[in-house]
Each structure stands twice: as C-alpha cells, then as structure tokens.
Nanobody, 114 residues
C-alpha cells in the first residue's frame, strides 16, 4: 500500500520560514518524480515545486528564490523548505509521487499571517 505522510505545517509570520517533509512507503522512491502542490482558499491546486529522480528541480514562478525542494532517497523522503513566506503562500500543501500514476499525501495546512 502506498503511503505519503506529511507531518509538519503550521502557522508562521510573514517573512518567516517553515519546512515540510513527506515520508513515503510502498513505492520504489528513487525512481519517482516527487512534487509539492498547494491549494489556497478558493483556488485550484497548483504545482509548487518538483524534483525528478535525477534531481532536476522545477519551481512555480511565485516561489522561485524562496522555496527549495530536496529528496533523500535513503530515507524515502522529500522536503520543501519555505523561506520569506508571504500571506499568499497560505494553503494546504500536498505531497505528490508520480511514475505512471499519481499518489497523494493527505495534505498539511500552512498559514502565513501576522
């Protein structure tokens, strides 16, 4: 059974930092493309960042220079480090694993507010 577990999330003030992690099981992690998506209030789910099995990364324009994505194949875990957070980063963040099919985590709330 495939599982993507995202502890973390929380509330932070604008300008602050927060790190997310996504621990996976039931997949051959090192061949999967891993990604983080988010869905803000009243918005569609959007791609935040992606990292391929080879380590190539892609970022949404809105987070470039502020967010980083990384993976630890030994721990079957993908990370999202978010710096210089803005109120518009408030959303539920979802971990995604893709090879042929998509697998999703349950989502974790990130709130950026003063």
């Amino acid at each position: 059974q495939v599982q993507l577990v995202e502890p973390g999330g929380g509330s932070v003030q604008p300008g602050g930092s927060l790190g997310l992690s996504c621990a996976t099981s039931g997949i051959i992690f090192n061949v999967y493309t891993m990604a983080w998506y988010r869905q803000g209030p009243g918005k569609q789910r959007e791609l935040v960042a992606r990292i391929t099995s080879g380590g190539s990364t892609t970022f949404a324009d809105s987070v470039k220079g502020r967010f980083t994505i990384s993976r630890d194949n030994a721990k079957n875990t993908v990370y999202l480090q978010m710096n210089s957070l803005k109120p518009e980063d408030t959303a539920v963040y979802y971990c995604n694993a893709r090879l042929i099919y998509d697998h999703w985590g349950q989502g974790t709330q990130v709130t950026v507010s003063s």
